[in-house]
């Protein structure tokens, strides 16, 4: 269903999809769409609502500030075509000026590992740091992570990188993932991330 939204500070309603009270801020349908894009198209947001969409880290900066909101996540396994979902009770993204637009969420639930909180060992090697949460948002063009390489120039897609991993709903194919995910399969087909207030 299609609503209108206000966005604090900005004069005009935004048209958003909502399911269940829930707004789509991301979706990744398929692979024909190029996500490898500019920090200033991340910020101001692009796509389709009805397809491949980001809507904008400044405006769900501005929602999120305005009063607590939800993360819902959710992601259809490339192989086995099942669809998994990660709630976090409490999500925002900071400003652009000092934060560089850093995630932080907390109080995870799902029937999927918590890519964005994890912390530990990944392929018998001890992580230990959280692997996205916390972190500024990353494009080709600008470069926020904690790796000596430009994680989303490597894989294709801006993203709240740490070191590259370990899940990116916004990447090429063939880094669209979610590592940790059940089985051995950690590709994903299809993604959304939904937000929605806290009642």
Request: proline share 4%; charged share 20%.
């Amino acid at each position: 269903m299609t609503i209108n939204i206000t966005i604090p500070t900005q004069p005009d309603p935004v048209p958003v999809t909502s399911v269940f009270g829930w707004i789509i801020i991301h979706q990744h349908s398929g692979h024909a769409f190029d996500w490898n894009l500019t920090w200033d198209e991340y910020k101001a947001g692009f796509g389709s609502i009805d397809g491949d969409f980001w809507f904008g880290l400044e405006k769900v900066h501005l929602l999120t500030s305005s009063q607590p909101y939800r993360l819902r996540v959710e992601m259809q396994q490339k192989v086995t075509k099942l669809w998994f979902s990660a709630e976090y009770w409490s999500f925002k993204i900071g400003d652009e000026l000092n934060d560089k637009y850093r995630l932080n969420v907390s109080g995870y639930s799902g029937d999927v590992g918590d890519a964005l909180q994890y912390e530990g060992a990944w392929n018998n090697r001890t992580i230990g740091m959280k692997m996205h949460n916390g972190m500024m948002f990353s494009t080709y063009d600008q470069d926020n992570d904690n790796s000596p390489v430009n994680c989303a120039e490597g894989r294709g897609g801006g993203w709240w990188f740490n070191k590259c991993k370990l899940c990116c709903l916004t990447c090429c194919w063939k880094k669209h993932l979610w590592k940790l995910l059940p089985g051995e399969k950690k590709r994903i087909a299809n993604s959304r991330m939904m937000i929605k207030p806290v009642a």
